[in-house]
T-cell receptor
Framework: GENVEQHPSTLSVQEGDSAVIKCTYS??????FPWYKQELGKRPQLIID?????GEKKDQRIAVTLNKTAKHFSLHITETQPEDSAVYFC?????????????FGTGTKLQVIP | DVKVTQSSRYLVKRTGEKVFLECVQD?????MFWYRQDPGLGLRLIYF???????EKGDIPEGYSVSREKKERFSLILESASTNQTSMYLC????????????FGPGTRLTVT
C-alpha cells in the first residue's frame, strides 16, 4: 500500500521566517496531495491541495510544490505568524476500487516563536 | 457549512467494556471515515463507509467494527476495549466517491483503564 513519510516531526521558526515541511510517497498512482492543519484541540482542516498534473500551487502565504518523478511534495509557509502554530499533515490520495483512498503522513508540529 | 459531530469529546472506559463512538454529519455526504490519531503515527484509517450498510476495512481494523444504518451516522465499536486502544478518534466525511476533501469531527479522546 501507500506509504507517506513526513519530515521534520517538529519545527520551530521565528515569526516572519519561512517554514518548509517535506513529504515523500511511494505509490506512483497517487494523484492528489492535500495538506491539513490541526490547531491545538481542534479538528484537522484542509488548507491547500495539489493534483498530480500541477507542479506548484500558491494561496497567499502558503504554497505547495510537487515533484512526481521524485515522489515528493512540500508545504511552504512564508512570513510565518503565531497563528500558523499547529500540527500539519500531508497526505497522498489515489483512486482505488472506485474511492479516493487517503494515506496521511505522521504530522509536523510547527511552533512559530513571536 | 459542513458539520461533523462526535458524541463525546472525552471518554473513559474500563478494559473489556464494549464502547460505542458515534459520528453524525449533516451534509448528506456519502462517505464516512474513522481514524485514530496517535503521537508520531499521524492519522490511521480504521474503517470507512461509502454507503448505508456498506463498510470497508482500513489500515488498522483489528479490534474494531463499524455500523452505518443511516446515511448521516457512522458508529465505531470497540467490542472489548483494551488499553492499547487509548487514543484520539477522529471521524470524517466526504461528499461522494470522487470527492477528495475530508471534513473532520472534533475528535473523541478515549482512555481505556
Amino acid at each position: 500500500g501507500e506509504n507517506v513519510e513526513q519530515h521534520p516531526s517538529t519545527l520551530s521558526v521565528q515569526e516572519g521566517d519561512s517554514a518548509v515541511i517535506k513529504c515523500t510517497y511511494s505509490d506512483s498512482a497517487s494523484n492528489y496531495f492535500p495538506w491539513y492543519k490541526q490547531e491545538l484541540g481542534k479538528r484537522p482542516q484542509l488548507i491547500i491541495d495539489i493534483r498530480s498534473n500541477v507542479g506548484e500551487k500558491k494561496d497567499q502565504r502558503i504554497a505547495v510544490t510537487l515533484n512526481k518523478t521524485a515522489k515528493h511534495f512540500s508545504l511552504h509557509i512564508t512570513e510565518t505568524q503565531p497563528e500558523d502554530s499547529a500540527v500539519y499533515f500531508c497526505a497522498a490520495s489515489k483512486r482505488t476500487g472506485g474511492y479516493q483512498k487517503v494515506t496521511f503522513g505522521t504530522g509536523t508540529k510547527l511552533q512559530v516563536i513571536p | 457549512d459542513v458539520k461533523v459531530t462526535q458524541s463525546s469529546r472525552y471518554l473513559v472506559k474500563r478494559t473489556g467494556e464494549k464502547v460505542f463512538l458515534e459520528c453524525v454529519q449533516d451534509m448528506d455526504h456519502e462517505n464516512m471515515f474513522w481514524y485514530r490519531q496517535d503521537p508520531g503515527l499521524g492519522l490511521r484509517l480504521i474503517y470507512f463507509s461509502y454507503d448505508v450498510k456498506m463498510k470497508e476495512k482500513g489500515d488498522i481494523p483489528e479490534g474494531y467494527s463499524v455500523s452505518r444504518e443511516k446515511k448521516e451516522r457512522f458508529s465505531l465499536i470497540l467490542e472489548s476495549a483494551s488499553t492499547n486502544q487509548t487514543s484520539m478518534y477522529l471521524c470524517a466525511s466526504s461528499m461522494d466517491r470522487g470527492s477528495d476533501e475530508q471534513y473532520f469531527g472534533p475528535g473523541t479522546r478515549l482512555t481505556v483503564t
